[in-house]
C-alpha cells in the first residue's frame, strides 16, 4: 500500500514540469516531506480538453452497512486511501470514478515500512517527479485515492504493493522523454479514454527506475515534516549495542 508520501518540489517546480498550472495552497505547503491521509495533496485532473491543478483531501470516507440495507459513511479517521488496479473498474466503490474521474497525485517519493518497524524511503533513481495515478470524487470537499499495483522484484522485499505511476518519467533535460509521457499523462486523464486502453496502462515501474535506503523512524509522526526525513539514516549508528565490557 502507500500510505505516506513525500513531495520536495514546489509548486513552481511542477508547474513548469508538469505543464499545468499547480496554484500555491494555505492548506499544503510545498515541499512536504510526510503527507499523510486525511490531508491536501497537489493534484492533477483533466476535461479531456486541458488539465487543471489543484489540491484533494487523501483518503475516501469508507462506506458501511447499516439497518435497512443503507450505506453510510464512516465517522472520524477510518478512510479508503488506496484502489487496486487489478480491481478498480469491478469494486461498486470505484469502478464509477475508474470510469471516469481519474486523476495523478503528484510527489516525489513514498515510505514504506519494513519488518519489524523500519521505513524506506523510495524514489526515481533520476530523482524526476513521480505521477501517482489516483480516482477521484468531486463535491464541496473533493477526495482522491492512489491506485496501487503489484511491486516489481527486488521493492517487493520491502513491500508487495506500490503506487501505480503516469508519466514518472518527466524531466526538463530530455524533451523527447517529456513529450510522450505528457502524451501518456494525457491519456490516463481522459474521461473520455475507452476502459481497455485505460487497463493496458496498468504496470509496474521497472525495479532499476527506483532506488530506496532507510530513513528515521520519526517519519512516522505526522506532525514532523523536514527535509532530514528523506535522508539515509543507519540505524545501528542511532542505537548502537551497549558494550558488555
Known amino acids: ?102 486523476c495523478v497525485v503528484l510527489a516525489s517519493g513514498w515510505y514504506e515500512w519494513k519488518a519489524p518497524k523500519q521505513p ?22 473533493p477526495s482522491v485515492v492512489i491506485i496501487t499495483t503489484a511491486a516489481n522484484a527486488g521493492l517487493a522485499d520491502i513491500h508487495h504493493r506500490a503506487p501505480l505511476q503516469i508519466s514518472g518519467q518527466i524531466s526538463p533535460q530530455r524533451s523527447v522523454d517529456k513529450a510522450d509521457n505528457m502524451a501518456r499523462l494525457d491519456a490516463w486523464l481522459d474521461p473520455n479514454q475507452p476502459q481497455d486502453q485505460i487497463m493496458r496502462m496498468i504496470s509496474p515501474l521497472p525495479a532499476a527506475a527506483l532506488s530506496w535506503h532507510p530513513v528515521a523512524p520519526e517519519v512516522g509522526k505526522n506532525t514532523i515534516d523536514h527535509a532530514g526525513l528523506i535522508t539515509p539514516y543507519d540505524a545501528a549508528a542511532h542505537d548502537p549495542q551497549p558494550s558488555l565490557f
Open 1 to 102: 500500500m502507500c500510505g505516506r508520501f513525500a513531495n520536495r518540489h514546489d509548486a513552481r517546480e511542477l508547474t513548469a514540469l508538469f505543464q499545468t498550472a499547480i496554484p500555491l495552497s494555505n492548506h499544503r505547503a510545498l515541499p512536504s516531506y510526510n503527507i499523510s491521509p486525511g490531508t491536501p495533496v497537489p493534484v492533477i485532473t483533466s476535461n479531456g480538453v486541458e488539465r487543471k491543478g489543484g489540491y484533494m483531501h487523501w483518503g475516501l470516507a469508507s462506506p458501511i452497512k447499516v439497518q435497512g440495507g443503507v450505506k453510510g459513511k464512516v465517522r472520524g479517521r477510518s478512510l479508503l486511501i488506496n484502489a487496486r488496479a487489478e480491481t478498480m473498474t469491478e469494486k461498486p466503490t470505484f469502478r464509477d470514478a475508474a470510469a471516469a474521474r481519474r
Open 120 to 141: 524506506y524511503y523510495i524514489a526515481r533513481t533520476d530523482k524526476a517527479p513521480m505521477a501517482f495515478a489516483g480516482l477521484y470524487w468531486a463535491g464541496d470537499n
